[in-house]
């Protein structure tokens, strides 16, 4: 018997009884689609929570600067020559002081036995461009700009919080707070702040209005940098704020979480696996159990074949081109579909799909073996069979 004759035999076989090859076939379909779509969806959804993790890679800086009993190590002017580093998206300078912390601040300068109008906050001093360094935006009106500094304004920009304390809902009037014995005209409130959130329970003042309360040094700065840029801006901010200083400032950084993402991207990967082989395992079952069903109802057709002088080699041959067949046919189907399930799910999620090639080529070889194992133990039962016997 040559491959061409057994090749026919093994159509024959299956084309006889369609429905049944049609669901074995089933089987393996939805185990090879079912292993393509969980690597494939794996591989997708890993690369979006590596692009989540990427987001979240050490983007702020903050740059400590202690005090120095002469000259101040940083001044307020020096954010402006960190600004024009590449890689560096915003900055601002802060000062706070011990005298400036726990401040008694009221929004009204009226005594109202009924209602606490009288808080304890913190007084800082910032530069113009702290809305944007602490990943914030003015919620209600504006922050002072570089007039407001010259000039030495007493103007107050609120967090929000602060801001609820003591009942500042509306600025169209100009309220004003006082802070001590001083009044500072409120022009707008901070919230929404995704870094130093501390600020939203603080009373921020140019440094020009706020020596009164200590803040005149810069005690840290606030840098946010482009992705990728940190490593190299961490070696660069303390030369540019402080030339010839700049050991004396520390920076800091967080960790960035490549090793978390990366170990996150493994354990996605191999719970995908082993789903997508449990599914491959579950259809090697099913063409088990139908082509062993298919053997016994075969006998007849096995004993005449083995007494016209088909040798055991051509019996099981035949069976195992079956299996193998239904093995291939599935793999292919289910490649095609588990691609096409792929994309679409990616398109619902506007994600960009991502699947090895090598994985959509190897699915019906996969397939076929698969059928080729799964029809070995029929095969040989068939192949034992003796002719007698199987007449009988």
Sequence with gaps: ??????????????????????????GTVLGITTLVVTLGVAATA????????DELV????????????????????????????????????????????????????IVDPTRVTTQSLTVLAATTGLPEAARGRMVRGRFYDSGHVRRGDRVAVLGDQAARMLGVTALDRAPAVFIGKHAYTVIGVLGDLRRERNLSTAVIVPHTAGRRFGLRDVNRVLV???????????????????PGNEDMLQVVAPPSPTRARDQAQDDVNALFMILGL????????????????????????????????????????????ESTLIGLTGGVIGASLGVVTIVAVSAAKQWTPLLDVRLAVAAPVVGAVVGLLAGLHPALRAARMEPVDALR
Aim: proline share 3%; charged share 20%; glycine share 8%.
């Design 58 to 109: 050490a983007t702020a800086i903050t740059v400590e600067v202690p005090e120095s009993p002469h000259a101040p190590l940083v001044g307020w002017t020096a954010v402006d020559r960190l600004t024009r580093l590449r890689g560096v998206e915003s900055a601002a300078a802060v000062a706070e002081s011990k005298e400036g912390a726990n401040l008694s601040v009221r929004s009204t300068d």
């Design 224 to 242: 946010n940098t482009s992705l990728g840029a940190t490593g190299l801006i961490t070696r660069q901010a303390p030369a540019a704020l402080s």
């Design 278 to 321: 449990v599914s491959l395992v579950v259809g090697a079952v099913g063409i088990a159990n139908v082509s062993l069903v298919t053997v016994m109802e075969r006998v007849t057709e096995i004993g005449l074949r083995r007494a016209l002088g088909a040798a055991r080699r051509h019996i099981a041959a035949q069976f195992l081109l």
């Design 1 to 26: 018997m040559d491959f061409r004759d057994l090749a026919g035999e093994a159509a024959a076989g299956l084309l006889s009884r369609p429905v049944r090859a049609a669901l074995t076939t089933l």
């Design 46 to 53: 890993g690369n979006q929570i590596v692009g989540r993790f």
